[in-house]
């Protein structure tokens, strides 16, 4: 059993970076057998899958926001972080942590306003 758990602001200023990093914690043969990626809910969108990263840090974005998105990976701290660049009011939603589609964090609101 793994649990995950997203953290970061919760209210970003358009144009600025929205960094959130999701802590992994419980049994490293699950948490190794998974990417570790970003899914988010936004109102305009509905569910959309932003990207993962590989146990061997291969990265993968969704092709519509791969040119705002980074996913970087800690593993000593068992810990994975996404930036999203540039972003406008359409950003705003709920970002989920998840390995694979199995394990998901609660979620965590960000809203881009100024």
């Known amino acids: 059993q793994v649990v995950l758990q997203e953290s970061g602001p919760g209210l970003v200023k358009p144009s600025q970076t929205l960094s959130l990093t999701c802590t992994v914690s419980?049994?490293?043969?699950?948490?190794?057998?998974?990417?570790w990626g970003w899914i988010r809910q936004t109102p305009g969108k509905g569910l959309e899958w932003m990207g993962a990263?590989?146990?061997?840090?291969?990265?993968y974005y969704n092709p519509s926001l791969k040119s705002r998105t980074s996913i970087s990976r800690d593993t000593s701290k068992n810990l994975f972080t996404l930036h999203l660049y540039s972003v406008t009011p359409e950003d705003t939603g709920v970002y989920y942590c998840?390995?694979?589609?199995?394990?998901w964090g609660q979620g965590t609101q960000v809203t881009v306003s100024s």
């Open positions: 998840a390995l694979g589609i199995t394990y």
């Open positions: 990263i590989s146990t061997s840090g291969n990265t």
């Open positions: 419980g049994d490293s043969g699950t948490k190794d057998a998974y990417y």
